[in-house]
Structure formats: structure tokens, C-alpha cells
């Protein structure tokens, strides 16, 4: 477990850095690219990630998976990682010259030339062999500098509409960038030796089986960017985008902790211990909603005070979506951590290719219904019940083949705190002018009324937390 925690913070500390950097770029790029602006980027970035899926087909979780496998069972993780890398490989390369070749009939053909260079990231990313080893210290610390200088870059030259192209310049750059620095730290772990053309393809249906719940993610998650593109124009993107964008900040902190357990779990497994995989996630998994549920709440205290000021005027638009977007905080992360703390690690791809093929499919019917009814808002519904389905089918698996139980007292608890927390909250700051200041007053109001909440309800997990600490401390 010294191990878990010690990746948990390098995992932290790139989170942070993925949190940090938006808050700050996400007002600069939206007041200087507005709706249209962000909104082409988006939908640009969406058509260059079928691409990307492709090119990366399954290999990310699917080589994470074997990693740690293999290095759990002391077997030769050089011959494994040349395999898989040259596999990733040749398909990358394929698929950037079908993509360079599909994109030069496109309108907005220059743009989404430079947004190829997200497919060339692909050929180096090997972050699934760190994750594999559980070694997030390398891979964290290289995104964390190519972050810094993004978002120097991103200040320093991005000031206006013009400058979208210059702005996707340095967002795709900084992703190959960040891939290829990990290639330094290669050599500590790996023999470079010849391998096998069969051998490589022989990962083609272990990869594939990883690869088509990612079509089926994609579908239901970058879709809708895409279809209103075509329908409504980039504009709607931008404000879609935007919306999504600010809850994704919570949802990537809150789901850190599966990154790093994903390994953890699968050696675990290895080793046939099935019930401390169990008793980890009956810790793990109410630690997240004890965050997940007031982070949700608190979007709804503070969303119409912060949109005027984060993002300008011309998004005021996103205080009707933003709400609606709220409930994913707790949906999305609670799915993610059923799929990659438990099925994936055991081995149960197929039941995780079931809830996201479910959540596509309920997507893409949605898009068809609701679009026509009601517009950009049939996008939003859509999007919402295909994560609520795809953490749903999760659960009902989960729940069939173990002991598990979630405990009710401590959810309700959550729930009612966060909402009293919500109450009081915006009743004392309803008449505040909407700028940083007074979200900064909601934030310490919320915090101080949720932690007295589930205190009195002796429900806080970090109280229990520090008491054991002490305890430990005095014995």
C-alpha cells in the first residue's frame, strides 16, 4: 500500500496541475477565441480522435494490464513491451496517413492538419508501461513541466480569434511533447532485443477486446461534440465544451486515486487475492462519494457567480447547461472506479465492453430523439443518461458477484449535508455581485458547513483519519 500512495501523490500532484492550468487558461482562451472560437477547436479536436482511437487501439489499458501482470509474475516485460509498442506502431502510422488523406477534403482542412499531430503522439506514448510497473513518478513529472510551459505559451500567445490556430499549435505539441520525454527513463527498465513480427500481432485480439469499448466511449462522449457541430455550428461546441469542461476539472481529481489502482488491483489478482480488492474498494469507493457528492452540490452553490466572471459574458449561455452537467461529478467517477478497480483488473473485459456499448448505443438512439425535440439541449440528455446506463450496468455486475454493500447511512448523510450545505450557501451570498470574491466566500462557507455536517453525523472519513493518526502517534 506504500507503493499506492506514493503513486497517489505523483498522481496528485499532475492532477493538481490538470486542474490548475485550465482554471486559469479556460477564462484567457474563452474571452479571447470565444464560443466559435473554442467551439471549431472542439469540433475539429473531435474528428482527430476517431482517428486517435484507432491509432491507439486498446493498446492503453490493454498494456497497462499486461505490464503489470507480467511484472508481478517476474516474467520478461522487455520482450512484452517491444511487442506492444511496435504493434501501437504500425497501426499509428497507418492510420495518420488515412487521416492526413480523409481530413484535405474537410473546410477547415488546416486546423485539423495540426490537430494530426494528437495521432503522432500516439507512435510514443508509453505511459501504459509506467502505469503497469506502478512507477507514475516519470510520467507525472513530465506532464507536469510540458503543462508549465503550455501554459506559458498559452498567455503569452493566445490573445485573440486569430490566434486559434496558434492555440491548437500548442495544445497538440505539448501532448507529444509530454509523450516523448517519458522515452529518457525507457532504458532503467527495458532491454531493447529483437522480436517477432507474429509476436507483435498476437496482442491484435487482447487489444481489440480493450479497443471496442473505447469506440463505444467515444461515441457517447465525443459524439455529441461532433453532431452539434454539423447541426448547430461551432458555437454550440464551444458552449457544450465549456460546460462539460468545468465539471471534468472535479471529475479528474475524484478519479485519480483508479489510475493508480488500476495496477494494484491487476497484481492483486495475480496473486488470487480477490477479497483484498474488495475490502480496498469498500474504502475507496465512499471515500469518493464523501468528495464526489458536495463537489456536485457545490457546482450548483457557485455556477451563475462564476460563469460571468471565468468565462466571460458572451458564455452566460452555460448557466442552463452547467447544472444539468453537475450530477456527472458523482455519476462518472463512481462507473470509472467499478470498471478499473475491479472489472478490468479480474479480468472481466467483457462485461466492461457491455455498459459502454449499452451507453453508446443509448447515446447515439437519445441524439436521434431528442436532438429534434429539443435541440442543443437533446445533446446535454443525451450525454447525461448515457454515463448514468454505463455506471449503472456497472453496478448491477459489481453488486451480482460480490458482498459488496454500499452503506446507506453514510450516502444519505452525504447527500443531506451537501444539500443543507447548498441551502445555506447560496442564501448567504444570493445578493453578491458575481465575481472571485464572493466565489471564494461560498467556498469557505460550503466547506465549513459540510465538514460540520458530517462531523455531527460522524459520517467524515478524515476525522476518522486523524483520530487514528493520533492514536497511532501516542502508542
Known amino acids: 500500500m506504500r507503493n499506492v500512495a506514493r503513486n497517489f501523490i505523483y498522481q496528485i500532484v499532475f492532477q493538481v496541475m490538470k486542474i490548475i492550468v485550465p482554471i486559469i487558461t479556460i477564462p484567457i482562451v474563452s474571452q479571447a477565441l470565444g464560443p466559435s472560437g473554442v467551439g471549431l477547436y472542439n469540433y475539429t479536436n473531435s474528428i482527430a480522435q476517431y482517428f486517435v482511437l484507432v491509432a491507439s487501439l486498446g493498446v492503453a489499458m490493454y498494456g497497462n494490464r499486461e505490464i503489470a501482470l507480467a511484472y508481478n509474475r517476474e516474467e520478461n516485460i522487455s520482450v512484452l513491451f517491444l511487442e506492444l509498442f511496435f504493434f501501437k506502431a504500425i497501426f499509428t502510422i497507418v492510420v495518420l496517413f488515412v487521416y492526413l488523406v480523409t481530413v484535405s477534403f474537410f473546410e477547415n482542412r488546416f ?12 507512435l510514443f506514448d508509453i505511459s501504459w508501461f509506467f502505469m503497469g510497473i506502478e512507477d507514475f513518478k516519470k510520467t507525472s513529472i513530465c506532464n507536469v513541466i510540458v503543462q508549465s ?24 505539441t505539448g501532448q507529444l511533447i ?6 529518457f527513463f525507457i532504458k532503467q527498465h527495458i532491454v531493447f532485443e529483437k522480436v517477432s513480427l507474429g509476436n507483435v500481432f498476437k496482442h491484435l485480439r487482447g487489444s481489440i477486446e480493450f479497443f471496442l469499448p473505447e469506440v463505444a466511449i467515444i461515441l457517447y462522449t465525443n459524439l455529441n461534440k461532433t453532431v452539434l457541430g454539423v447541426i448547430l455550428g461551432s458555437a454550440a461546441v464551444g458552449y457544450y465544451t465549456n460546460s462539460v469542461t468545468i465539471n471534468t476539472v472535479f471529475i479528474t481529481v475524484i478519479t485519480t486515486l483508479d489510475l493508480v489502482l488500476l495496477p494494484h488491483m491487476s497484481s492483486l489478482f495475480a496473486k488470487d487475492n480477490t477479497e483484498r480488492i474488495i475490502q480496498l474498494m469498500e474504502k475507496t469507493l465512499h471515500l469518493q462519494l464523501f468528495f464526489s457528492i458536495p463537489i456536485m452540490f457545490g457546482m450548483l452553490t457557485v455556477y451563475d457567480k462564476l460563469i460571468p466572471w471565468f468565462f466571460g459574458n458572451k458564455f452566460l449561455f452555460m448557466n442552463y447547461i452547467v447544472p444539468f452537467f453537475s450530477v456527472l461529478i458523482v455519476i462518472i467517477p463512481l462507473g470509472s472506479s467499478l470498471a478499473t478497480q475491479y472489472l478490468i ?25 431528442l436532438l429534434p425535440l429539443f ?4 445533446a ?17 455486475s459489481f453488486l451480482k458477484q460480490t458482498e ?5 447511512k453514510k450516502i444519505i448523510s452525504y447527500t443531506l449535508s451537501g444539500l ?48 487514528g493518526y493520533l492514536q497511532a502517534k501516542k502508542s
Open 111 to 122: 486546423i485539423l492538419y495540426v490537430q494530426g499531430i494528437t495521432i503522432l503522439a500516439v
Open 149 to 172: 510551459i503550455t501554459f506559458v505559451a498559452i498567455v503569452l500567445f493566445v490573445k485573440s480569434r486569430s490566434d486559434l490556430i496558434i492555440y491548437t499549435f500548442i495544445q497538440v
Open 178 to 183: 509530454s509523450q516523448s520525454l517519458v522515452w
Open 345 to 369: 483488473p479480474i479480468g472481466q473485459v467483457n462485461k466492461y465492453n457491455r455498459s459502454v456499448t449499452i451507453g453508446a448505443g443509448i447515446n447515439m438512439v437519445e441524439n436521434l430523439i
Open 375 to 378: 435541440g442543443f439541449f437533446g
Open 380 to 396: 446535454v440528455f443525451s450525454n447525461i443518461l448515457a454515463e448514468f446506463f454505463v455506471t449503472f450496468v456497472r453496478m448491477r
Open 404 to 408: 459488496f454493500k454500499f452503506d446507506l
Open 420 to 467: 443543507v450545505m447548498m441551502i445555506i450557501t447560496r442564501a448567504v451570498t444570493t445578493n453578491m455581485p458575481a465575481n472571485i470574491i464572493t466565489n471564494s466566500i461560498q467556498l469557505v462557507i460550503a466547506v465549513g458547513v459540510y465538514i460540520l455536517i458530517t462531523s455531527m453525523l460522524k459520517v467524515n472519513p478524515l476525522v476518522e483519519m486523524l483520530q
